[in-house]
Structure formats: structure tokens, C-alpha cells
């Protein structure tokens, strides 16, 4: 009897943590969400575009011109610069994605840009559409005026763009760049080979710059600030300083893919306003509050006391599912809420097939603690299977599903995996709780259902 | 015990039910949505009243962008659905319908989708068919992977697969009927409620299914293998199971509701859709597959 109410009091701290990260971690509930630790201010609900506004493109990569195994490099690599572009227009939380053509997904390679925030199509579709820049600029002649900014511990920062001028040489002359290691330090190093234009300007450039630095400019932003060591003729240059590999490796893919490596051309666009992603927004937690109530109501009607530990157990689901969907995190988009607010409806379907179980066991002349104990077994087949096949058809859908159907099948899975839980855990470790009650007419007529009364037939 | 004995009585409802559902779908037919054809849909609503959508129409024509259709929707709002846009004529298109700066229409929604991507989508949604279909057979194989008598288990899975037809036809023919009347259309969600609805309404079948086969099983040793009265067996069963299947999808149905009548206009049609699903796969359960069984039974010992 005291481990049980040992375990049953854990599981209410436990679900009592879980409801005070829901509500610390999400700005609209919490009014000092300001003085938040970092930890609950990096999960709020992560909405998708149909509820927070913004934009979805959807561009098709023109790969008829690269050899078959350099698509997936390629389709990163368009990635990386699509996505360095959109920071540098400070989208907040951006999705950018690949989608690989295949028996699915068709023929076409894509590239699927999320713009939570930006309801300017015409914007965000100059935005990406601009072809990236790799540039090379040289030191700024001295005596020229250097814009400088004094911060906040009164240090004088420099201004690195007043430092340096263009030159001519830029991406376009790039033939490509690889990844070497210095034979003496082994330090990782950056080779670039220049086509014909790019190495006589780069020889220019070196003779003219000895002991200067030169800066390599990458959509506009300093990417690394070499020092010329020495006039260089044949076209080579090798950047050396205090990379790690990975950095190294990070550079000499931008540096390849300076400039968008495959024709992009936008085939599909949505934008949804923030007003009609607010309304849906409060439509569907309006939902999701009646449909809760409604079940509540269901219950205690219909199953008394076992009805009441099912309500508890449904509210620790629901805190449960929010908490996960915050943790993942989960993109919640309006298909995906009414996975959730379905996977409720589930979840309850757990607990009455356990209640019907103990109400037939009762009528088979059971005392109420056998009923309970005998009930939960026996149910726990129908559980499994019943919550089997809607586990297949939300497998399925997440894998080959777009965006919209993914945000459906996966909230709808994972309220269906917490739900098996909770009935099975919870309700048994309440339910057991409660069955110790004195047994006579008003207790069994308590853990009864419906029209019956819980006599024996 | 009464759904076995009036059992013609059910099985014709469910036959006129979904004669009426398919001559519906033949008659109204589906409007397939942007999602699958391609195209383009514009909501703007208008800081003042709504112009005439004549005069709207006229000026639309001048763009060179097709024919377009115009929905009314909100008190100031219209959605006009067009074929796919690029962003030049996306903005010509906005210029126009503000009738340049007379009367601002705000645009709230925008969605443009190239023939390449609706192509790719219809064939996704079709191997997701297939696969949820596939998946669902095997789970009903599975599930009567036991020899039962009197009837073999395969004569179960067909009866399982006849009642998802019955739970997956009604909801689709209810659907052209919304289609046809309320502008409802068949896009990517209308896929999914259908998936769902099969998922949802096989599970049901299976549990009423597996309790016939328990209590025929007990039957048999308590009566050492001698005839049993399948019949009684399968209304036993069916009282048995009546509650829970009623308070189960009852519980999902409340919420469906809620979603239906509250929940994001987007996914109305959707949960309209599942409601139907929910309601009939329970209704198939109970009153289609197990008298089908009993039918199946009698016409055996007929031979």
C-alpha cells in the first residue's frame, strides 16, 4: 500500500515538474519570461508558418549540367549559401532544406526555404534570388578615413570594411579549392587555384600587397584575412592560419560554392499573414481546451471514479505530449494541433477499454481490487492492438508526407506512444490506489459505468 | 444480440449508403484543389467594402493571367483562385485588385503551386495510399494469422477489408456532396483524413473480431468440439463489446467535433471528414462486419 502511494505521489511531482517547464518555457503564459534562464527561454512552442505567418518557396535546382555523383554536394552546398544569405537579412529561425529527387519525391531536386516572419514574398524572393559573392579585397591605401566604434568597455573596434577596397578578383575566377595539410606544421591549409583571368589578377594583386593582408569576402561578410607572403604567378594560393579542420573544411566548401553552384528557379510559393496565423493559432487551442472539457465531461458521467483518475491521467498526458513537442522540438503547424487534439481522443480510448474491462470483471462477481488488477491485464491486448494501426498509417505518413502531412503524422504518433503510457502507467497506479477503498454498494457502483450500478449478474 | 437478428436490416443500410455515397462521387465528382493540380490562390480582404467582382474580373483580364474565379469570403475579403503565379504577376495581380491604392486590398494568404510540384505531390499521395493500404492489409493478416473455426481466418481479414471500404466510401461520397455545395476541395489533408479514418476504423473491427474468436474458442472446449451456435456467439460478443466501442470512438469523436466547430478554419473539412470516418467505422464494426460474419456462417453450413 505505501509503495503504491509512494508511486503515485512521484508521478504527481513528476507531472507537476513537467507543467512548471510548459509554463516557464513559453513566453505567452509566463509574464516574467524576461528573467528566464536561457534553458526556458530556448523552448517555446515552435510554430510553423500556417500559424506564425511567413513565407514557404520552393525552388527546383537545375542539375543537367553536373555529373550524378556530385548532386548531393552540390544541393549542400546550395544549401549552406542559401541559408548563409537569409542570416545575413536577419530571418529569425529560418528552414532551408533538400529535398532529393527520388521514387517518392519525383524527379527533382528542391530546395525548400521557410520564412517564419516574412509575408513580403516579393522581399524574401530577392533575397535568395541574388547569386552570392565571393569577393577579395585588398588593405585600404593608408591615409585613407577608417570608420571606427568605441564598445561597450570604451575599446576602439575597427571598422574592417573601411580597412578594405575591392579588387576585380572575385568567385567568378575561382577554378576551385581544396583542403591540404602543411607538410612541416600540419596544420590544416586552404589550397585555391585560379582559372586564366582569376591567376593574372591574383598576381597582380600578391605583387602590389607583399606583407599586406587580403581580405576574402563571402556574401559580403570577412570570411579570412591572409597575409601575402609573396608575389604568386602560377595561380596558387595557399590560406594559412588558425583554422581547426572542421573550420578548414567549412571554408573550403564556401569557397567552392562561393557562388550558387546550381541554377535555382522557384516553382511553388506560399505566404500566410500574420492575422490569419494568429486566428488559427487561437482557433486551435480553442479547440483543444472544448474537446478536453467535453471529454472530461464524458467521463465523469459515464465512468464516476475510474472517469476521474482517467481526467487526471488525460491532463498528465497533455503536459507530457506539450513538454516533448517543446523538447524535440516539434514544428506545430495547424494539420499538426489536430493530430494532437485527436491523439486525445486516443489516449482516452485507453482508459475505457480498461474501465469496460473492470466493470465486466466486477459483474463477474470480482471484489474491486481483483477487478482493477484482472481489468488492466486483460485490456492491455486491446490497448496494443488498437493503437497499432494508427501508428502504421502515422509512420507511413511521416515518411513520404510533405511538410503539412509530416506536422500531422508526427504529433499524431507521438500522442498516440505517450498515450499507450499514460493509460497504462497512470491510470494503473491511481486506479490500484483507489481500489483499496472499503467495498460496498456506493464504492462499487463508483468503479462502475454507465446505466450499470455494479451489481453481480 | 438484436444487431445479429435484424441483421438484413443493417446490412441493407450499409448497401444504400454506399450505393448513395458512390453515385454521389460519380454525380457531384471532386474539385480537386491547387495542391494537386497546380495553380494559384490569393486571399485578400479590403480595408473598406469589397468591390463588385465584375468589375474586378475585367480589369484581371487585361493582366493576361487567365481566367480567374472569385470566392467572396469574410465580410470584406474575396479568394481568387488562378493558375500558378510568378512574383511579377503575383504583384500586377495585388496592384489590380487594390484598384492602384483606391481601396487597399491586405493580402492574407498567397499560395502559388507549379504544375511540376502538384504532379509530385498527387504521386506521393497515391504511394501513401497504397502504402497505408498495403500496411493495413498486413496488420488484418497478422491479426487473423490463426485458423479459427468455423470460418477461416482469411474470410475475417476480407470481411475487415470489406468494412474499411464501407468506412473510407461514405466519408469521401459526404465529401463530394461538400465539394459540390460548400466549395469543398480535395487537397493533401482530404488524403490524410482518409489514411486516418482506415488506421482508426480497422482497430476497431479487429477487437470486436478477436472477441468472437476468444469466446468461439471457449465455446468449443466447453462444449468438446461439438456444433456450436456461432450466431449466439457472435451477438455474446457483440453485447460484449457495444459499450466500449461506442464510448471509444465517442471520445474521439467529441474531439473531432470541437475541431469542427472551433477549431482553425483550415482544417474544418478535415475533421469533418474524420468524424464521418469515425462514426461509420464504429457503425461497420458493429453493425456490418460481425452480421457479415454470421451471413458468411450460415451460407457455409448451407452447402
Known amino acids: 500500500m505505501w509503495k503504491k502511494i509512494i508511486l503515485a505521489l512521484t508521478i504527481l511531482i513528476f507531472s507537476g515538474a513537467v507543467a512548471l517547464f510548459v509554463f516557464k518555457s513559453e513566453p505567452k503564459l509566463n509574464k516574467n519570461f524576461e528573467t528566464e534562464s536561457s534553458f526556458f527561454k530556448n523552448r517555446p512552442f515552435r510554430l510553423g508558418l500556417d500559424l506564425s505567418g511567413g513565407s514557404h518557396l520552393t525552388y527546383k535546382a537545375d542539375i543537367s549540367l553536373i555529373s550524378p555523383d556530385q548532386v548531393g554536394d552540390s544541393m549542400n552546398a546550395l544549401r549552406d549559401v542559401i541559408e548563409r544569405r537569409i542570416n545575413i537579412f536577419g530571418v529569425s529561425e529560418p528552414v532551408v532544406q533538400v529535398q532529393h529527387s527520388g521514387f517518392v519525391s519525383g524527379a527533382d531536386e528542391q530546395l525548400i526555404v521557410d520564412l517564419p516572419g516574412v509575408t513580403d514574398v516579393k522581399k524574401a524572393v530577392d533575397m535568395i534570388g541574388k547569386t552570392p559573392l565571393l569577393e577579395f579585397k585588398i588593405q585600404a591605401p593608408e591615409g585613407t578615413p577608417q570608420k571606427a566604434t568605441v564598445d561597450e568597455n570604451g575599446q576602439v573596434v575597427l571598422n574592417l570594411d573601411s580597412q578594405f577596397v575591392s579588387t576585380d578578383l572575385t568567385g567568378r575566377y575561382l577554378k576551385r579549392a581544396t583542403l591540404e595539410f602543411d607538410s612541416n606544421t600540419r596544420e590544416p591549409v586552404i589550397s585555391l587555384q585560379f582559372d586564366d583571368t582569376g591567376t593574372k589578377l591574383f598576381a597582380q594583386i600578391t605583387k602590389e600587397n607583399i606583407g599586406k593582408m587580403v581580405a576574402i569576402y563571402l556574401d559580403g561578410a570577412p570570411l579570412s584575412t591572409p597575409v601575402v607572403r609573396e608575389e604568386i604567378p602560377n595561380g596558387q594560393a595557399v590560406i594559412s592560419g588558425s583554422f581547426t579542420p572542421v573550420e578548414a573544411k567549412e571554408l573550403v566548401r564556401s569557397l567552392n560554392y562561393g557562388a550558387l553552384p546550381v541554377p535555382i528557379s522557384l516553382v511553388s510559393t506560399q505566404t500566410i499573414g500574420a492575422s490569419l496565423g494568429d486566428s488559427a493559432t487561437s482557433a486551435g487551442v480553442k479547440a483543444g481546451i472544448i474537446g478536453f472539457a467535453l471529454i472530461a465531461l464524458f467521463l465523469i458521467l459515464w465512468y464516476r471514479l475510474p472517469g476521474l483518475v482517467g481526467i487526471l491521467s488525460l491532463s498528465i498526458f497533455v503536459l507530457i505530449v506539450l513538454a516533448i513537442f517543446k523538447l524535440i522540438p516539434v514544428t506545430l503547424t495547424t494539420a499538426g494541433i489536430a493530430g494532437f487534439i485527436i491523439s486525445m481522443g486516443i489516449a482516452v480510448d485507453a482508459n475505457v477499454l480498461i474501465f469496460e474491462r473492470i466493470k465486466e470483471e466486477l459483474h463477474a462477481g470480482r471484489n474491486i481490487i481483483d477487478a482493477v488488477s484482472t481489468g488492466f491485464a486483460r485490456a492491455w491486448t486491446s490497448i496494443r492492438d488498437s493503437n497499432f494501426s494508427t501508428l502504421i498509417t502515422a509512420t507511413i505518413l511521416f515518411w513520404f508526407g510533405t511538410s503539412l502531412i509530416k506536422g500531422f503524422a508526427l504529433t499524431l504518433g507521438i500522442g498516440v506512444l505517450v498515450s499507450m503510457l499514460s493509460a497504462v502507467i497512470m491510470s494503473k497506479v491511481f486506479l490500484s490506489l483507489l481500489s483499496f477503498m472499503k467495498e460496498n454498494k456506493f464504492s462499487r457502483f463508483m468503479f462502475s459505468s454507465g446505466l450499470s450500478s455494479g451489481k453481480i449478474k | ?303
Open chain 2, 1 to 303: 444480440m438484436f444487431i445479429v437478428k435484424y441483421k438484413k436490416i443493417f446490412l441493407s443500410i450499409s448497401a444504400v449508403l454506399i450505393t448513395l455515397s458512390i453515385i454521389s462521387m460519380l454525380y457531384f465528382g471532386f474539385d480537386v484543389g491547387i495542391d494537386f493540380k497546380g495553380g494559384a490562390l490569393t486571399e485578400v480582404v479590403y480595408e473598406n467594402e469589397r468591390p463588385d467582382k465584375e468589375n474586378l474580373i475585367l480589369k484581371i483580364k487585361d493582366l493576361n493571367i487567365g481566367s480567374v474565379l472569385f470566392q467572396p469570403t469574410g465580410e470584406k475579403g474575396y479568394i481568387v483562385k488562378s493558375r500558378d503565379l510568378n512574383e511579377d504577376e503575383h504583384a500586377l495581380l495585388l496592384q489590380t485588385l487594390s484598384g492602384n491604392d483606391e481601396n487597399v486590398a491586405k493580402e492574407v494568404n498567397f499560395n502559388s503551386i507549379g504544375p511540376s510540384v502538384g504532379a509530385e505531390l498527387t504521386r506521393k499521395a497515391i504511394i501513401s495510399v497504397v502504402l497505408v493500404s498495403l500496411a493495413i492489409i498486413c496488420f488484418i493478416a497478422f491479426a487473423f494469422r490463426k485458423v479459427s473455426k468455423p470460418i477461416s481466418s482469411w474470410k475475417y481479414g476480407l470481411i475487415a477489408i470489406a468494412a474499411l471500404l464501407h468506412d473510407v466510401i461514405i466519408p469521401s461520397g459526404i465529401f463530394a456532396l461538400l465539394s459540390h455545395f460548400f466549395g469543398a476541395e480535395l487537397d493533401t489533408l482530404f488524403v490524410v483524413a482518409i489514411l486516418t479514418i482506415l488506421g482508426l476504423s480497422v482497430s476497431d473491427t479487429i477487437v470486436i473480431f478477436d472477441r468472437i474468436r476468444e469466446n468461439s474458442k471457449n465455446e468449443k472446449e466447453k462444449h468438446e468440439n461439438k456444433e456450436i451456435d456461432f450466431k449466439s456467439i457472435v451477438g455474446n460478443s457483440l453485447d460484449q463489446s457495444f459499450a466500449r466501442s461506442i464510448a471509444t470512438s465517442m471520445t474521439v469523436i467529441l474531439v473531432l467535433l470541437s475541431l469542427v466547430f472551433f477549431g482553425p478554419e483550415s482544417t474544418k473539412y478535415f475533421a469533418l471528414m474524420l468524424t464521418a470516418g469515425m462514426f461509420f467505422g464504429t457503425y461497420s464494426s458493429l453493425f456490418l462486419a460481425s452480421p457479415l460474419l454470421v451471413l458468411v456462417e450460415e451460407h457455409q453450413k448451407k452447402k
